[in-house]
Each structure stands twice: as C-alpha cells, then as structure tokens.
C-alpha cells in the first residue's frame, strides 16, 4: 500500500510549508478524485484516460511512487504499467487523438482566439 509512504512525505511538505497534516481521509480523497493513482491497473489506466480526456493531454509522464517506497515494490508497480496500465491506454489515446484537436479549435473559438478556423 502507498499510504505509509506518502503520509510520510507529505509530513515531512507539512512541517516545513506549514499544511495540514496528512491523514488517511486526504489520501482516500487523492485517489477518489484527485491526482492519486493507486488500484489495479484497470483502475488506473481508466483514471489516466479521464485526465488525458478532461486536460486534452498529448502526452504523459508518470511518477511511479510518492515517498521512500522500497525498490522492489517500485519495480512491481513499473511492471504493471508496463505489461497492463499502458496496453488500456494505447487503446483509447488513438480515439483521443481524433477528438483533441477537435476540442482545442472550439475551445480557442469560444475564447475568442484571433487564429481558431
């Protein structure tokens, strides 16, 4: 689990910017709708595509674990983009590709940008 790790890390952000403190209900609201990542590769992959979706995306770059998480589990995770996040992703980039440009024009339109056709 990522929870320890990332507690840890955002206590140390915490002390030294003078946030509040990390708890298990910010971590679960990271996951649930924020940028936190964490589940099956199902579960991720289908997170990833959402934000491509929303922001337009045209590419990604991942950071794989918050805090002191030991290699080996570091390694697993990387393993599991790799063999099945990134798989679902490539399957739905295609079709975003088609879209984004489509919704950059009508949003430069609806912003009223000089160079939108």
């Given at each position: ?5 990332w ?12 946030w ?8 679960r609201?990271?996951?649930?709708g ?23 995306l ?45 919704l ?14």
């Open positions: 689990m990522q929870w320890p790790y507690a840890e890390a955002m206590e140390a952000s915490s002390r030294e910017r003078g509040a403190r990390p708890s298990m209900n910010k971590f609201a990271e996951i649930t924020g940028s936190r990542h964490v589940g099956s590769p199902e579960t991720v992959a289908s997170k990833l595509a959402a934000a491509i979706r929303l922001l337009g045209g590419r990604l770059d991942l950071a794989y674990a918050v805090g002191r998480v030991p290699h080996e589990q570091r390694m697993a995770t990387i393993e599991l983009y790799r063999r099945e996040a990134i798989p679902r992703l490539r399957e739905v980039i295609p079709r975003l590709r088609e879209v984004i440009p489509r950059r024009e009508l949003l430069a339109a609806a912003r009223g940008d000089v160079d939108a056709t």
